[in-house]
């Protein structure tokens, strides 16, 4: 079984990975929507994580709307063309079996309390995750740019 920090570098190279490809391939123009909302829900996802000190369900209601704002921009970047390297990493993100945020989510769920120093870290992980879309969308080449 992978350690913590391997398994932070393992998805951390995958997002580079998915950045580096991108570069190559012809991808969705950049859309103001959707680089708001991943810092939105950066900063969102960050503070439910702070809570996992304390008993999961006290904090239930925060992470259902969190899940449902998660799952309503995914629905929006897979409906894009041309935009699949960005819903890849947008599923990451909020895979419930993985190692980033909705991994995060059940396993506080499961748990129901979590150790500092693993909230710490993961907070680390899951903010160069959504830093990594966001840097993805605001590279992409804006509409206006192409009519010029």
Known sequence: ???????????????????LITSCATISEFDQYSYTQATSLKVDALNVMSNATDNFYLHQADVA???????????????????????????ILIDSTGSSFGGFLTRWQKETKLDTAFIN????????SFD????????????????N
């Open 132 to 147: 990594q879309v966001s840097e993805l969308e605001s590279g992409k080449i804006k509409a206006s740019s192409i009519v």
């Open 121 to 128: 870290e993961s907070k680390i992980l899951v903010g160069a």
């Open 65 to 91: 709307q969190i899940r449902t704002e998660l799952s309503k921009i995914y629905e929006y970047e897979k409906n894009k063309p041309k935009n699949e390297v960005t819903t890849k990493m947008w599923n």
């Open 1 to 19: 079984m992978l350690s913590y920090q391997s398994k932070r570098d393992v998805i951390l190279a995958l997002f580079s990975v998915m950045v």
